[in-house]
């Protein structure tokens, strides 16, 4: 069977991700994890005719009901999924009903961060289902945006950051989410999560990291280097003492019109209003 999970294809993406994460020293030690949904018919039929133990789901996610997630495993590490991805991401299935889980094969302990992949992994089927892939990691330059007090409005946070280089609102048109203090793997953490993940591609967690999605692993992390690669440019701005004022209104309007994202970036935060 071991063998059989190997040549699921979706492995390969985790791993070279993961190694990304970790050459960037965001995912350090244990530090984040990722999902990916997968349907039925992409996997080989040994595989999804195993029937295990049910375990019980911290939330309920009707949706997600007979869908197939990839998972990282709690306490694994990204420079090791890099190198052996089938060890450390487990694939389990969502049973009919959505109100628990069954471990296939692979890794069987869950990341303790389950409930904001599988509420938020819900919440796609239910709205925007070519999204299925979800990265959570501690990008530094990001975490220490956090810190500063006004960038607990995510519309000052997201003007800032991401008028500092020409390309990083066109990516990012619905700009950047922040959720207060949640503990690590709360119920709390993931249902207000799947909450914003509503309006955007990327969430802060105060003084935590970062949560992308995409409709790829590869789609979430390009997100991820472009606003860490903002963070970076504010910071080196501000221990320089030069303003951090970014790019003109006129000169973003333009980019955005030119790029068709003028309605995306106008609608951006009108669920605060
Ligand atoms: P896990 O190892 O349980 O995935 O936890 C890492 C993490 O970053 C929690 O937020
Ligand atoms: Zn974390």
């Known amino acids: 069977?071991?063998?059989i999970y190997e040549t699921v294809s979706p492995l390969s993406a985790f791993a070279e991700v993961c190694e990304w994460l970790a050459f960037k020293g965001w995912s350090e030690a244990e530090?984040?994890?990722l999902s990916l949904r997968i349907e039925e018919d992409e996997l080989p039929e040994e595989l999804t005719a195993?029937?295990?133990?049910?375990?019980?789901?911290?939330?309920?996610?009707?949706?997600?009901?007979?869908?197939?997630?990839?998972?990282?495993?709690?306490?694994?590490?990204?420079?090791?999924?890099?190198?052996?991805?089938?060890?450390?991401?487990?694939?389990?299935?969502?049973t009919n009903d959505g109100t628990a889980y069954q471990w296939i094969i692979g890794n069987n302990r869950p990341t303790s961060e389950m409930p904001s992949h599988c509420a938020?992994?819900?919440?796609?089927?239910?709205?925007?289902?070519?999204y299925r892939a979800i990265i959570h990691t501690h990008p530094p330059r990001l975490?220490?945006?956090?810190?500063?007090?006004?960038?607990?409005?995510?519309?000052?946070?997201?003007?800032?950051?991401?008028?500092?280089?020409?390309?990083?609102?066109?990516?990012?048109?619905?700009?950047?989410?922040?959720?207060?203090?949640?503990?690590?793997?709360?119920?709390?953490?993931g249902v207000l999560s799947a909450e914003?993940?509503?309006?955007?591609?990327?969430?802060?967690?105060?003084?935590?990291?970062a949560l992308a999605v995409g409709t790829s692993l590869n789609h979430a992390l390009d997100q991820l280097e472009v606003v860490e690669k903002a963070s970076e440019i504010y910071w080196t701005l501000k221990s320089a003492g030069i303003p951090t004022d970014g790019m003109s209104e006129d000169d973003l309007m333009t980019s955005m019109e030119y790029f068709g994202r003028t309605d995306r970036y106008k609608n951006a935060f009108k669920d605060k209003e």
């Open 50 to 94: 195993s029937v295990a133990e049910e375990v019980d789901l911290p939330l309920e996610v009707p949706e997600l009901g007979g869908k197939y997630l990839l998972i990282t495993g709690s306490g694994t590490r990204s420079r090791d999924i890099a190198t052996d991805a089938a060890t450390d991401i487990g694939l389990y299935r969502i």
């Open 120 to 130: 938020i992994q819900c919440e796609f089927v239910r709205s925007r289902p070519e």
């Open 31 to 33: 530090g984040g994890n």
């Open 196 to 209: 914003e993940i509503k309006y955007r591609n990327i969430i802060l967690w105060h003084m935590h990291g």
């Open 143 to 189: 975490i220490s945006m956090t810190h500063v007090p006004e960038f607990k409005d995510p519309k000052i946070l997201s003007d800032t950051l991401l008028g500092l280089q020409s390309e990083a609102r066109i990516i990012v048109p619905e700009g950047i989410g922040h959720l207060p203090f949640c503990v690590p793997g709360s119920l709390e953490l």
């Open 1 to 3: 069977m071991r063998e």
